[in-house]
Structures are given as C-alpha cells and as structure tokens.
Nanobody, 126 residues
Framework: EVQLQASGGGLVQAGGSLRLSCTTS????????IAWFRQAPGKEREGISL????????DYVGPMKGRFTISSDNAKNTVYLQIRSLEPEDTAVYYC???????????????????WGKGTLVTVSS
C-alpha cells in the first residue's frame, strides 16, 4: 500500500524558513515522482514542485520558483521541501503526493497524482 506522510509544519514568523518532510512507504521510490502541493484557507489546492525518485530531476510550478527547493533522500525514501523567506500568504496545509513516473505528465500539478498523504499545517505570522 502506497503511503505518504507530510511533517514539519508549524507556526513560524514571516521571513523565517522551514523544511517539510514527506516520508513514503509501500512502493519502489525510484519508480515514482513525488510532489508537494498546498491548499490555503478558502483557496484551491496548488502545485509547488515535483522530484523524480529515479534521477532527482525537479520541476517547479512557475510562481513557486525561487523560495521553494525540493530535494530527496532515496536511502530514506523521503522528500523534502525547503521554504525560505516565509510570507503570511504561505499559510496553508502542505501535502505530498506520488505518481508512477510512467504515468506522470507535464501537467502533473493539475490532476496527475494518484496517491496522497495527509498534510501538515504551516502557519506564518506577520
């Protein structure tokens, strides 16, 4: 069974940094792409970044480039999301998701992920 669990959220002040973790199990990490999404209160879910478990190739949704960095530790089957210069607008529940690399397309952030984990709440105070 594919399982993903996001962690590392919390309350941080604007301008600070945070690193979220997505621990995974139940599938061959090298065969999947793992992505981060977020959903702010009252807003639709939006994609942030994707990393290939096979070769570490990354993809970022346009507005997310710059302050967000995705990385992975294949030995730990874990994907990270580093967020810098946090803004109150970053307040959201952050989710990680997975899809087999053979099924991933360039529009992964629209409707391309099958497996989802429970999110972790990030609250940024001004």
């Amino acid at each position: 069974e594919v399982q993903l669990q996001a962690s590392g959220g919390g309350l941080v002040q604007a301008g600070g940094s945070l690193r979220l973790s997505c621990t995974t199990s139940g599938f061959r990490f090298d065969d999947f792409g793992i992505a981060w999404f977020r959903q702010a209160p009252g807003k639709e879910r939006e994609g942030i970044s994707l990393i290939s478990g096979s070769d570490g190739t990354t993809d970022y949704v346009g507005p997310m480039k710059g302050r967000f960095t995705i990385s992975s530790d294949n030995a730990k089957n874990t994907v990270y999301l580093q967020i810098r210069s946090l803004e109150p607008e970053d307040t959201a529940v952050y989710y990680c998701a997975a899809e087999h690399l053979k099924l991933l397309g360039s529009s992964w952030y629209v409707d391309g992920m099958e497996h989802w984990g429970k999110g972790t709440l990030v609250t940024v105070s001004s």
